[in-house]
């Protein structure tokens, strides 16, 4: 049974056996003059029961109003489809609908505890490819040193029967070359450590990459000035291509320009096996060759996805310096010498980590690049002057 219609009967009762008493207290008066004290107190219990069912009823019907302010007003789209007006601007009864709508947020239960996510998400890790295109090999020296061939002059000739043959030349370079140690650091608290084991590792992989990342941009431009590596791009580490922008005519001068690199290589007796670009150059390529009908035959995807050009793949690589490009024979004129991998260590001894609880990881890699044969690779300016 609903409770409000069963209050109001129970007040409408009460309220009618008030009447009958003021009807028999005002017969009493006057025939007594005087009301009984039965007729008194009957009066005064039925006027009290009358007071607390109102302000019962009162009390119920506030909540009441709370609850349907609570439920109603929920969002401002319902707010605004429920406003007065909104009908007649629909069927155009009117031109203007305004409506002041009420700021209250749904919903946001503070008590409600967040979805938090076990992963990591993690940042940029750009794709590092230069290592894995060049030969590599182990070492467990701290130097590697190796004879260069410097100058050939071949004087080979036909010889006439008791004549002397021709005499040839043949100079070489003596190169040493020390092993590089790349590395960083960073410093955790030890609770982290012990109870983020996702984020610690997270930290390790980060850190790891680091060290591989300064890799890929020192085995392309690093100088050589000791402890650094000497990339394929420092100087006496590649030949010249020597086209100026007057010799690679008026369309597609990249892809001219690859292509004299790759046919004087040729001619040289080197077989390109690598096109190296940064990916924007390479992007810039990919773009004049799709919108050339004749470029578009020179692009050919082999090899699970790696591009080619001419037969020769091209390697992108987030280290090579934007404009510039670089075709050899890298199999037969460059070897990385590897000394130690990635390794990293923990420490708690650090400065003052003991006392302040804290853990320093450090990260290291030992390796040299011996560029043995820079005629092999032909480099220089994408654009050149």
């Not at 591009?307 to 404009?323: A, K, N, Y």
Request: glycine share 8%; with cysteine.
């Amino acid at each position: 049974m609903d409770v409000n219609k069963e209050l109001m009967a129970m007040l409408d009762g009460i309220e009618q056996k008030l009447n009958d008493f003021s009807k028999k207290s005002a017969e009493e008066g006057k025939i007594a003059g005087t009301q009984s004290a039965e007729t008194k107190s009957a009066l005064e219990v039925l006027g009290t029961k009358q007071r607390e069912l109102a302000d019962e009823i009162l009390a119920i019907k506030q909540r009441g109003v709370q609850q349907q302010e609570t439920t109603e007003v929920s969002t401002w789209g319902e707010q605004f489809i429920k406003g007065a007006g909104y009908d007649a601007f629909l069927q155009r009864q009117t031109s203007k609908f305004v409506m002041q709508v009420k700021n209250t947020l749904v919903g946001a239960d503070a008590t409600v505890a967040p979805a938090r996510q076990g992963n990591v998400v993690r940042g940029a890790f750009a794709p590092l490819t230069l290592e894995s295109f060049l030969p590599s090999t182990p070492t467990s020296s701290n130097a590697i040193e190796f004879t260069k061939e410097n100058v050939f002059t071949n004087s080979a000739a036909e010889v006439a029967e008791g004549s002397d043959a021709a005499e040839s030349a043949l100079t070489w370079t003596l190169v040493n070359m020390p092993i590089s140690n790349v590395a960083h650091w960073l410093k955790i608290s030890r609770q982290l450590a012990a109870d983020a084991p996702a984020l610690a590792a997270y930290v390790d992989t980060r850190m790891r990459y680091g060290v591989n990342r300064k890799v890929e941009t020192a085995l392309c431009a690093g100088n050589g000035t000791p402890p650094n590596i000497s990339g394929i791009f420092n100087s006496g580490n590649f030949t010249a291509h020597g086209y100026a922008n007057a010799d690679l005519g008026s369309t597609l001068k990249k892809l001219v320009l690859i292509r004299k690199i790759k046919g004087d290589l040729e001619a040289a007796g080197d077989a390109p096996d690598g096109i190296l670009l940064n990916p924007a150059d390479w992007a810039q390529i990919e773009i004049d060759l799709l919108t050339t009908a004749a470029g578009q035959t020179l692009l050919s995807y082999a090899d699970g996805g790696t591009p080619r050009l001419w037969g020769t793949p091209v390697i992108t690589s987030v280290g090579v310096t934007v404009d510039n490009v670089a075709v050899g024979n890298f199999a037969q004129s460059s070897m990385i010498h590897n000394r130690e991998d990635v390794m990293v260590q923990l420490s708690d001894s650090d400065d003052d980590n003991f006392t302040k609880q804290l853990i320093t990881l450090l990260a290291t890699r030992r390796l040299a690049l011996a560029t043995e044969r820079p005629a092999g690779i032909r480099a220089g300016d994408l654009t050149p002057a």
